[in-house]
């Protein structure tokens, strides 16, 4: 079973600035997707990045980029020149795309605050 | 561009009561899943339908059950529901490509409420 940890319950950023957030995973499966959902105090879920393991290349999305670290099971999240909108829960989630089990596997987030 | 829709948006319910969540996905999205979000917590999937047929089973409880029409919405059916099934439940579709499986979009969600 697939498991997702993100190690940071808690983050905090001023204005303007970059903040990373942290996710690791485990799983034996090779062919998988990673994502980033936001979930502001809406509690909409808004998919912010997605990254395929087979892409060595980073996925970039404007202000979000990934660091993906496929041996190390590593997959963080840059956010640069944060804004007040940032601010929410970030879900970082796990998808296996073959072997029949289509649940996206989440961890228990981490929620950001970005001060004025 | 169109989103997942689903209603009611919120819903309150007395123990014991029953509860009928709809979800209607992204147009030429085959696949639909649900989620249950307990406070402070993270998404847990419950089942998901591709093509009408139940694809995938999680921590579901055997007092719900859902199904997916022709029209490819789907309906999560709770009953004799209990305090602890007051959360936010959400639905997401994706497109089904190839063998395997692909981004989920997810729906607003219900928030359900067990007085």
């Known amino acids: 079973a697939q498991t997702v940890t993100q190690s940071q319950p808690e983050m905090s950023v001023q204005e303007a600035e970059t903040v990373t957030l942290s996710c690791t995973y485990d799983?034996?499966?090779?062919?998988?997707?990673l994502f980033w959902y936001k979930q502001p105090p809406s509690r909409q879920m808004i998919l912010v990045i997605r990254?395929?393991?087979?892409?060595?290349q980073n996925a970039t999305e404007n202000r979000f980029s990934v660091n993906f670290q496929k041996a190390a099971k590593s997959f963080s999240l840059k956010i640069s020149d944060s804004q007040l909108g940032d601010a929410a829960m970030y879900f970082c989630?796990?998808?296996?795309?073959?072997?029949?089990?289509?649940?996206?596997?989440f961890g228990k987030g981490t929620k950001l605050t970005v001060n004025p | 561009a169109a989103g997942v829709i689903q209603s009611p948006r919120h819903l309150i319910k007395e123990k014991r009561e029953t509860a009928t969540l709809k979800c209607y996905p992204i147009?030429?999205?085959?696949?639909v899943y649900w989620y249950q979000q307990g406070p402070g917590q993270d998404p847990q999937f419950l089942i998901s339908?591709?093509?009408?047929?139940?694809?995938d089973k999680g921590s579901i409880p055997d007092r719900f059950s859902a199904q997916q029409f022709s029209d490819y919405h789907s309906e999560l059916n709770m009953s004799s529901l209990e305090l602890g099934d007051s959360a936010l439940y959400f639905c997401?579709?994706?497109?089904?490509?190839?063998?395997?499986?692909?981004?989920?979009?997810f729906g607003p969600g219900t928030r359900l409420t067990v007085l």
């Open positions: 997401a579709s994706s497109p089904h490509i190839g063998s395997g499986t692909d981004t989920q979009y």
């Open positions: 339908f591709y093509e009408k047929m139940q694809s």
């Open positions: 990254q395929e393991a087979y892409k060595q």
């Open positions: 147009p030429r999205h085959d696949t």
């Open positions: 989630a796990f998808l296996a795309t073959q072997g029949g089990s289509e649940k996206l596997v």
């Open positions: 799983t034996s499966e090779s062919d998988y997707y």
